[in-house]
């Protein structure tokens, strides 16, 4: 995902810099919830950014973020991408494996359909679909993933405990497939949501990487509950 950023080591688009805030044309024509999400959006820096640099949505920059930090993405790596839809993810992978240039490979998949991306070979097909697995594992150039992407969230039906059971079985699903797939050594990202990442989640991670821990990445909104499962050294059987 060649998510350009902000320049400077830890800075957000446009840190350091006074944003203007910019009005919302015809605000009566919104309801509330809409107006705020439309302002919100236009005083964005990081909707800015993802404009000016060409990217195809602001979760670029959580992920660059994240790999800025903690250092996950390489040269010559395979990446899989779930639920890459627009493709923001997707592009920051395939700038820092170099898989345009030949080194590494991005291999992506959402139900929803995507333009092409340079250096990423994409799939549409729902992941939870029975022959997702040997798809993605098919397409792989080499052997295993270096590392396993899941920026996915579960479409949500209002009702709190039915939501999070959702949330969960889907970064559950998402987690049994990288232990599947993983080389050793293999890193797993994962969004999942604050008082959301279930105890059985943990365990089977931990029992399976080296190092678990909670990301929050600049990005992610402050006011959001979503933050990122990062597991890091697959311990392969």
């Not at 979760?59 to 395979?78: N, T, V, W």
């Amino acid at each position: 995902m060649s998510k350009g950023g902000s320049k400077g080591a830890g800075k957000g688009p446009g840190g350091g810099q006074r944003q203007l805030r910019t009005p919302l044309k015809h605000a009566r024509r919104h309801s509330a919830s809409s107006q705020r999400w439309l302002e919100r959006q236009l005083n964005d820096p990081y909707v800015a950014a993802a404009k000016r640099e060409g990217m195809r949505s602001r979760a670029a920059y959580k992920l660059k973020e994240i790999d800025d930090k903690h250092r996950l993405l390489k040269p010559g790596q395979r990446v899989v991408d779930l639920g890459a839809a627009p493709g923001g993810w997707s592009q920051i992978a395939a700038a820092k494996v170099k898989s345009l240039e030949g080194q590494g490979q991005v291999v992506a998949i959402d139900y929803l359909s995507i333009d092409p991306i340079p250096g990423v070979d994409f799939v549409q097909l729902d992941f939870t679909d029975p022959g997702a697995e040997e798809k993605l594992k098919s397409m792989l150039k080499g052997g295993g993933a270096d590392i396993v992407l899941s920026d996915m969230a579960a479409p949500t039906v209002g009702h709190n405990k039915t939501d999070h059971l959702r949330i969960i079985g889907l970064a559950e699903t998402a987690a049994a497939f990288a232990c599947d797939i993983l080389s050793p050594g293999g890193t797993f990202l994962c969004k999942v949501f604050q008082g959301g990442t279930e105890r059985d989640l943990l365990d089977m991670l931990k029992r399976n990487f080296a190092v678990v821990k909670h990301v929050k990445p600049p990005a992610s909104r402050s006011d959001s509950a979503e933050l990122y499962v990062l597991a890091t050294g697959f311990r392969a059987d």
